[in-house]
């Protein structure tokens, strides 16, 4: 059974920084494209960053410059970096591994930026 756990988020005041942490468990990790989405009140979850099996990244533009995706194929854990945090940011954060078809979410970590 796959397992996705969160964590790393909190209250920060803008400009400020946090780091997000996945963890998997019962999923061939290393070889499993990752991502990062965000669901804020009352809007549509969207898409914030992707990185391959290979490493390879990519980012929605508005995050572009100040979060970091990563992953830790020896530790199962998926990361995001984010600094510079802006009220805009605000939202609960999942995030999605997809090996295959099978496509699996985490539970989701909440992060507020205050101004």
């Known amino acids: 059974q796959v397992q996705l756990v969160e964590s790393g988020g909190g209250l920060v005041q803008a400009g400020g920084s946090l780091r997000l942490s996945c963890a998997a468990s019962?999923?061939?990790?290393?070889?499993?494209?990752a991502g990062w989405y965000r669901q804020a009140p009352g809007k549509q979850r969207e898409w914030v960053a992707g990185?391959?099996?290979?490493?390879?990244?990519n980012y929605i533009d508005s995050v572009k410059g100040r979060f970091t995706i990563s992953r830790d194929n020896a530790k199962n854990t998926l990361y995001l970096q984010m600094n510079g945090l802006k009220p805009e940011d605000t939202a609960v954060y999942f995030c999605?591994?997809?090996?295959?078809?099978?496509?699996?979410w985490g539970q989701g970590t909440q992060v507020t930026v205050s101004s």
């Open positions: 990185i391959t099996s290979g490493g390879s990244t």
């Open positions: 019962g999923i061939l990790f290393s070889i499993s494209a």
């Open positions: 999605k591994v997809t090996n295959g078809p099978r496509v699996s």
